[in-house]
């Protein structure tokens, strides 16, 4: 111990340890959460399904209608399962 210059401890080590490793524990808890959830909350409702409006459009110029005849298909967003989409 006299060689390796270790006769003088911290009493206060385990304390000191357990700060140190509680910052990287709290660190590493926020990069994981970023590798797992990159995305941003998706808004939920209604979004116009543009393929779909598209043909519906091409449909009724066809067919010599109003553009505005007829449903607007939509893609209704939902929530997602706790682990859906992360693999």
Known sequence: LRQADALETNPDIKRVI????TIF?????????????????EP????????GEAQR????????VPPNTGETPVIERRDKALLEGIF
């Open 18 to 21: 357990n700060e140190e490793f």
């Open 25 to 41: 524990a709290q660190e590493g808890d926020s990069f994981f959460e970023s590798l797992l959830f990159w995305r941003g909350d």
């Open 44 to 51: 939920l409702g209604e979004v116009v399904d543009a393929s």
């Open 57 to 64: 459009l091409n449909e009724n110029a066809a067919m010599g």
